[in-house]
């Protein structure tokens, strides 16, 4: 199963933007759909999870009350709403399936290029 974000863009601080996760192929109700972040020269962080089959989230502490993941079986897909934007929250952002919520992918997953959040103060 493939995974292609979009959304991303530039954002004044305190505004919103709402990221979308496309999965190309079926998916089981066990998996996990992950967005994690990536600054330049910083690790790869969890921002937050979903589960397939019964939409239970986790979050990370950074972005719990501010951001919300939700997803649309019928088109496939993962969202992630991000509201009141900081200027910390600015990285590229990932899509990714696992097992566990906040799991990363093993060595020489294909990430994709990730979508830019951009957030200017």
């Known amino acids: 199963v493939q995974l292609q974000a979009s959304g991303g863009g530039l954002v004044q601080a305190g505004g919103s933007l709402r990221l979308s996760c496309a999965a190309s192929g079926r998916l089981f109700s066990s998996s996990v759909i992950n967005w994690f972040r990536q600054d330049p020269g910083k690790e790869r962080e969890f921002v937050a999870a979903i589960r397939w089959g019964y939409g239970t989230t986790v979050y990370a502490d950074s972005v719990k009350g501010r951001f919300t993941i939700s997803r649309d079986t019928a088109k496939n897909a993962v969202y992630l709403q991000m509201d009141t934007l900081k200027p910390e929250d600015t990285a590229t952002y990932y899509c990714?399936?696992?097992?566990?919520?906040?799991?990363?992918?093993?060595?020489?997953?294909?990430w994709g290029p990730g979508t830019l959040v951009t957030v200017s103060s």
């Open positions: 990714a399936r696992s097992t566990s919520p906040g799991d990363k992918p093993g060595p020489g997953y294909n």
